[in-house]
């Protein structure tokens, strides 16, 4: 059978790619095995690219108040909310394995409210769905409550600004219809030995 | 009377910014006459300023199929389903100028669907916001009706990525309340003599 | 050009109508410089247009506990909520002049809740978006919110007659396209010298 | 037991109302039988009421395209969407008697989609439905819709003008929880001998 | 002039019918004076139907701490929300005869926070309109919200039961298109003499 | 770690259930491995969990026009619109096993319409979405678009039947929050060796 396309644009061969985003996607194989989709996909537009990852960087990558764990709850929680296939499934996949959990994407995709977390994690949550769905409602009770929870100001910016990239992440993904890589459905479901 | 703050978060002096930073800043306010406040606002967080700026500048500022007057109206349709004060008020300025028409941000801010454009646009618009409110919806029949208007696949990602943009866009600009500079209301509403 | 027309059902001539109309019409005229496109459009049904403007003064020209600034806010808020061109540019330009803030119905239109308004105002809009969206929802905890605000039950009555009145007048302005006159888009926005 | 009020609002005695008002009740109540209390709880507001009953008049009760059946149909369709007591259970009422039809009235109520009426009658609650909760985005597909069911465009504003005036009707009387009579529950139910 | 059909799917004679279901058919005319049209429609599938009355019996038949008339408030309100014709129009006939009561169905069927109901009756329908519409989002607080107006958990599954086999009730009726006999309309209106 | 409870509601030892009862969980316990929870946390109501099950075989075990994979493709799709955690986690599992596929389950609880599914099962997915949230508006025009893609009217009553099934079960399952066996999640991901 063959291989359904990765998006619904046309996609560029690695080789063809300027140097600085061949050497990004290189990279990420080296560490995962295989190549995500969506750097392929984004990378037919290579300005688009670099502005991307170094946005996902800033917010997804830096040290903060949010552990790693919990920035990947925002991202599966706001993108299951926006129904967002490749999203979705591979951020569940990295989320299993900074949680050590098997269990904890499955449940935050399908819903948050009923998941395995605590009231802060419940807190940062509500907080990053009311930005997904609703951010011009947000106002300064969101900010008491997320405070009374030991969020800084700064931590309810990252909650922001992760429910916010991935606004625009979702949208990308879903109009362009990028197909998640069939590796994430399995990783981080089994304990390693 | 004092003036409101510009953002719920600090807001650095613009001598205190990185090198980059304050040329960028200084360049717009060069070209302005004043210093829009979305530049202070981000510029908080250096890192995620610069990001972006660039993707700002990748999909609203390259040649492009969509001419620059719809690129704003992209971001005034969108930015007013997400009732955003600063990217209504200030791309709204944008537009009338860029437009030569100072009825047309009003109207596309209020009910695109009734305001003073041609089919071409009025399918743009309904597009882009279905990916700013139901992007997991979008489809083969999209792109179909698109083309039949004259767009290209690449002219269907700019207004995908315009309207992703500022899905992330309005959402900091809310969280933040970023307050748009009262320079923007009255820009583009006069006949230049 | 040709000027795009002000209604889509027919606009009957000044000349043409019974005497009471024409009189009222005219006396807009001679106060305001033109004729507001509303007087024309709704006089094609004489009977409606007595009633209209017979409710129309009853709520929003007496004296009342709400001041007249207060009434347009509550005009631009709800019609902007239910996408009224007509509404939002004529009122908009209305609440500048009254209120002497060439910022305040722009900040309404798009989000009153981040609008530079007091707890009061606040209060008074978010019912009457309520009355606008989900009356049937309302009860008497609404009423002892806005008591606690200073409204009178009078007051309230007025919240809700102006809501309602416009749920009437933007269905009719948006059925029928009512084009705002170009005259509006710039009203208030200068200071008188 | 003693009965619930008919309003939240003060309620004139018949006696204090000004003269033309007392005899349009007293006129109603002769051929009725009864006060419906529409008239008690809108007598609070003098000139309100008299606006209010002559925008009722202009729209339900001339000669018209529309038969005072379809005019009815279009009032409980509209009020039952908007779940207001009075409106539904008084005009459910007039629906039945017009119609001669014990059955129709608490249909449309229910869901209009599923109710005893054929095309043309489908096509007029639809485009009534559309008035009353989007009217916004009305168009000519619309028009165009209706005319193949053989509607005028006077019709289509008579519709309109139902709809729209019962959004302000609706809202009043949800806001002033106005009680429907006992009495209007039975009428119509029994065929007449 | 021809009765409409009773379900848009074949409806079997009632001699046809395996003798259990038979029985409890005739068993329902000879209590009834009729025979309902869920009864015949839904025998299409015997086993089906088998297992929708075993359910209608556990949860509405039973002995409860909800008494009978709140059982049928429960399915009136839920069936107005899914705007269910047979549910409303038959379940609204029974809960005028429980309740003895001619007003109360139409007032719950159209808006049930305005009905005549005590605080202990709303509460329990708040639940259940949430069960209704938004189960995924109910949670302890509603517990102790309703625990607090005196229901004890068994209670509350009680709730939550009638509350679900009404949402699979409602779709198999909407869909089938199953229509109330017209005997339904007037029964429990009249007081008995 | 204490694992958390399995439902809201207290749960019955196996040993204390009714003989028919505990009959059928051995049977399902021997079958799979392990008693899935719901019914433990079902049979708290005895004569609801035989009602239950009774509609669940009737509706997802007998011969059909519809396949077991596309039956289990509705319980998902459905299910996860209803943000129900045990049936989006169980079934899950079972359709990855009857569609020897370990990717479907995940895609369709995630976006269906972006789901590796050809135009029939789109179609039917469509309308069990329909059935799921809007079920009042199915129409005439939904059977014939079914009966384009090759459904008989019986296949049509089997997917309306299921989501309504599972419109219930969701609802229990929300409310007593009832706890996917761990098993489910990693079940049909290998293939078999």
Redesign the interface.
């Known amino acids: 059978m063959t291989q ?1 396309p990765i998006s ?2 046309p996609v560029p061969s690695i080789e063809s790619l300027p140097s600085d985003i061949k050497e990004r996607i290189l990279a990420v194989q080296e560490k995962s095995g295989f190549v995500p989709n969506v750097f392929l996909a984004l990378a ?2 290579p ?2 690219f ?3 990852f ?2 996902n ?3 997804m990558e ?1 040290d903060s108040g949010l552990s790693k764990t919990e920035r990947e709850m925002i991202v599966v929680a706001t993108s ?1 909310t ?4 490749y999203c ?2 591979s951020h569940g996949a990295v989320l299993r394995i900074r949680a050590k959990n ?2 904890i994407a ?2 935050i ?3 948050y ?2 998941a ?1 977390i605590g009231p802060r994690q419940r807190a940062m949550l509500d907080f990053a769905i009311k ?2 769905l609703n ?5 300064t009770q969101d ?1 008491e409550t997320l405070r009374s929870h030991g969020f800084s ?1 700064d931590d ?2 990252d909650i ?2 992760i ?3 991935f ?6 993904a ?4 990028i197909r998640p890589n ?1 590796e994430f ?2 990783m981080g ?2 304990p390693k030995s």
Chains 1, 2, 3, 4, 5, 6 share one sequence.
């Open positions: 359904p619904r644009f037919y537009r300005d688009e670099r502005a991307f170094a946005y960087d800033a917010v830096k299951a926006n129904q967002c296939h979705v499934i098997p269990l499955d449940q995709a399908n819903n409210r009923k395995d930005v997904c951010a011009q409602a947000t106002s900010f100001d309810i910016w922001a600004a429910a916010g990239f606004a625009l992440s979702n949208r990308m879903s109009v362009a219809e069939d459905y399995m479901r089994m």
